[in-house]
């Protein structure tokens, strides 16, 4: 008597229901590798949008470059035009000094104290920052000294409000009017101030104080991937131009970056692998409840077989019987382990977006072992002759 695949679907779940216990063990034990698998899947994910969410709060990649000397020797713009000439790679190259003698800015009744930086022509380039409203600085702004300055977006919001920000004058330090241009989007610069950030002319900044020093020279490449070999180069470049100077300090906005990408994959393949040593741990488990089933449900067997049942639906009906458990006990995890994952994102204001591959990778490594850990008991269960398990019955 051969069953269609209707009925040996019904017959496999009323055999489920009529062992609950049984049933329950199994689908807990794959529950908790599956928990586990996805657990560690989610925590990979989490991780690796905590870092893309970090590198759009930065600025565009770059090398940066600055000098520590006993002597007080810093490079100056001619330097930065050297390394424009010298170096291969550069996209785009500029200044940077931080106008530390201005500490607050006022408009009004308002008061902040952004980081406020002197930048040179192309700042914005090698930044990367967005222009929100308004413009950046032209070559007139630095030919005649403008007192103009660009502000991101932060600053406006807390000087401004609700109020339009282009064209108001604020003051810098209390007493020294500067005129608002632009407004750019918020990014994590190399001075990273999460209370807002002013840019003036590099032109500005010399007239007022007469120095002509630079704190930071930002290459930007044409090609990321070769960050390290500009590194490199522009390492091997100042230390030849400024022999005398002690240290020559290269680095580069990526570095952090790369670093958590690298310790997070490492994390997150042991963590699989951990979690996967726990599925195959469930794994035997099955395999020890379906050979103890197979031996409680001898008679049961003997019987179908009797009556006409063949080999392959006896083995079918197992096979059947650890897949719908593992879909169970698999996507109850599933469902768990995402609901957990909500939760606590949320609390800690973490990025979070259910990935679907986890899930598909977790239910799959769930149907594997559980079908894997059952083929044999199902084997032997089918290779039962009828007349002996009837005998021992």
């Known amino acids: 008597m051969s069953l269609s695949a209707l009925d040996l679907i019904n017959l496999t ?32 994910t989490v991780s690796r949008n905590v870092i893309a969410k970090q590198l759009l709060e930065q ?28 170096l291969t790679n550069v996209k785009a190259i500029s200044a940077s000094v931080q106008m530390g003698f201005y500490n607050e800015v006022l408009y009004q009744s308002e008061k902040a104290e952004p980081t406020i930086l002197a930048v040179t022509q192309g700042f914005e380039n090698t930044s990367g920052r967005k222009l929100l ?80 020093k630079i704190n930071n020279i930002s290459i930007r490449p044409y090609d990321e991937n070769k960050m390290q070999e ?45 979690a996967m040593i726990s599925l195959m741990i469930s794994g035997v488990g099955i395999a020890n409840i379906t050979i103890a089933a197979v031996v409680e449900r001898t008679s049961e067997i003997g019987l179908r077989r009797a009556i006409g049942a063949t080999k392959m ?15 169970a006990g698999g996507m109850l995890a599933i469902a768990t382990i995402h609901g957990l ?15 679907i591959q986890n899930a598909i990778l977790s239910l799959g490594s769930a149907l594997m072992v559980g079908m894997g850990a059952c083929y044999l008991p199902a084997v032997r269960a089918s290779q039962l002759d009828p007349v002996k398990a009837l005998r021992e019955a």
């Open 13 to 44: 779940c009323k055999s489920l229901l009529s062992n609950r216990l049984r049933s329950t063990l199994t689908t807990f034990g794959v529950f908790m590798g599956v928990a586990a698998v996805n657990a560690s899947l989610q925590v990979g």
């Open 59 to 86: 600025e565009a990649p770059q090398v940066n470059v600055s000098l520590y000397s006993l002597e007080g020797k810093q490079p100056k713009l001619e330097d930065m035009e050297y390394a424009r000439r010298r």
């Open 133 to 212: 409203k308004g413009r950046f600085f032209n070559e007139a702004d630095f030919i005649n000294y403008r007192r103009v300055t660009v502000i991101d977006k932060f600053l406006a919001e807390k000087l401004f409000q609700e109020e339009e920000a282009i064209g108001k004058v604020i003051y810098l330090g209390g007493n020294t009017p500067f005129r608002v241009i632009g407004i750019t989007e918020n990014k994590m610069g190399i001075f990273a101030n999460p209370r807002g950030n002013l840019f003036a002319t590099m032109s500005i900044y010399r007239a007022i104080t007469g120095d002509e």
């Open 230 to 274: 500009l590194k490199e180069q522009t390492e091997t470049l100042f230390k030849q131009r400024f022999p005398e100077v002690k240290d020559v300090y290269v680095w580069s906005n990526m570095d952090s970056v790369v670093f958590l990408t690298n310790v997070v994959d490492i994390a997150s393949l042991a963590l699989t692998s951990l």
């Open 313 to 327: 639906e006896i083995q079918m009906q197992f096979i059947l019987e650890s897949i719908i458990l593992s879909l």
């Open 341 to 355: 994952t909500v939760v606590i994102t949320s609390i800690f204001a973490l990025p979070y977006q259910f990935a």
